[in-house]
T-cell receptor, first 111, second 113 residues
């Protein structure tokens, strides 16, 4: 199974960009990278996903390296409400959509 | 409203008792999942189901059982065989598409007294 590695915690100043890294060096060619976030005691929320190309939506941007071994989630203007645990996961191919979550990065946005 | 409903939100049980957590969805999604989360930890997969009448074990299935008799419903039973059942349980659904995202319910918090 492809696994991901994320820093356990990060701080970011309010209004600045938050750049959350993720390593997935064993990712295979047809596996997608997904990002979710979880605010305390709530269900995780989908943010964005990608395969090879960079992706952007109303919440964030996803930058995937050319070798696909790592990616970065960018929150362009972090707010206090972005304080949450962010999970980077790789969809395991050939196993019917089994999705494995790692430990995530606890992002603290500070005023 | 469309979505995923988990019940109960909070549940207390005595040791040795089985308890069933409900997960109902009206999103018409094919796949459903159960995850467990312990304090300060990530999510761990218990069971998942891709279609009705079929389900597979996740990474920590021991002490749990599920059924998928209807597309809309995927109940999880925490049996007395589960050694440390106190946890936050999350149900999720996904469309059948290969790139479908997961949608999560609000969770059920089980405490064993």
């Amino acid at each position: 199974d492809a696994k991901t590695t994320q820093p356990p915690s990060m701080d970011c100043a309010e209004g600045r960009a938050a750049n959350l890294p993720c390593n997935h060096s064993t990712i295979s060619g047809n596996e997608y990278v997904y990002w979710y976030r979880q605010i305390h005691s709530q269900g995780p929320q989908y943010i964005i996903h990608g395969l090879k190309n960079n992706e952007t939506n109303e919440m964030a941007s996803l930058i995937i390296t050319e070798d696909r071994k790592s990616s970065t989630l960018i929150l362009p203007h972090a707010t206090l409400r972005d304080t949450a645990v962010y999970y980077c996961i790789v969809r395991v191919s050939g196993q019917g959509g089994k999705l494995i979550f790692g430990q995530g990065t606890e992002l603290s946005v500070k005023p | 409203d469309g979505g995923i409903t988990q019940s109960p939100k909070y549940l207390f049980r005595k040791e040795g008792q089985n308890v069933t957590l409900s997960c109902e969805q009206n999103l018409n999604h094919d796949a459903m999942y159960w995850y467990r989360q312990d304090p300060g930890q990530g999510l761990r997969l218990i069971y998942y189901s891709q279609i009705v009448n079929d389900f597979q074990k996740g990474d920590i299935a021991e002490g749990y059982s599920v059924s998928r008799e209807k597309k809309e419903s995927f109940p999880l039973t925490v049996t007395s065989a589960q050694k440390n059942p106190t946890a936050f349980y999350l149900c999720a659904t996904r469309t059948g598409a290969n790139t479908g995202e997961l949608f999560f319910g609000e969770g059920s918090r089980l405490t064993v007294l």
